[in-house]
């Protein structure tokens, strides 16, 4: 089992920037990808970016390029997620999962764990 935990989120304006980060615990030398998500009121949860975790390859979703950045750190066990130049439509839970498979990195069934969520609201 592995648990992870979200923090960081909250109430930022329209440009605004805030980090994310995502502490994983218990079984975690087995993880190959973590990955950020989102799920806004009424919308489909949906992939925002991946990194692969030895390797630290990346994968971006739409949303997130040129303004979000994901990183790790190993010693930590902690990745995270970099939002700048914030947008109301930005505004969503945003949750972190993690997976010791390599299938599609923007899949929802492709990850094993998920956090519990952070909120981000980004007011216009």
């Known amino acids: 089992q592995v648990q992870l935990v979200e923090s960081g989120g909250g109430l930022v304006q329209a440009g605004g920037s805030l980090r994310l980060s995502c502490a994983a615990s218990g079984r975690t030398f087995s993880t190959y990808r973590m990955g950020w998500f989102r799920q806004a009121p009424g919308k489909e949860r949906e992939f925002v970016l991946a990194?692969?975790?030895?390797?630290?390859?990346?994968f971006y979703g739409v949303s997130a390029k040129g303004r979000f950045t994901i990183s790790r750190d190993y010693a930590k066990n902690t990745v995270y997620l970099q939002m700048n130049s914030l947008k109301p439509e930005d505004t969503a839970v945003y949750y972190c999962a993690s997976t010791a498979g390599n299938s599609d990195y923007s899949g929802l069934s492709s990850y094993d764990y998920w956090g519990q969520g952070t909120q981000v609201t980004v007011s216009s």
């Open positions: 990194i692969n975790w030895r390797s630290g390859s990346t």
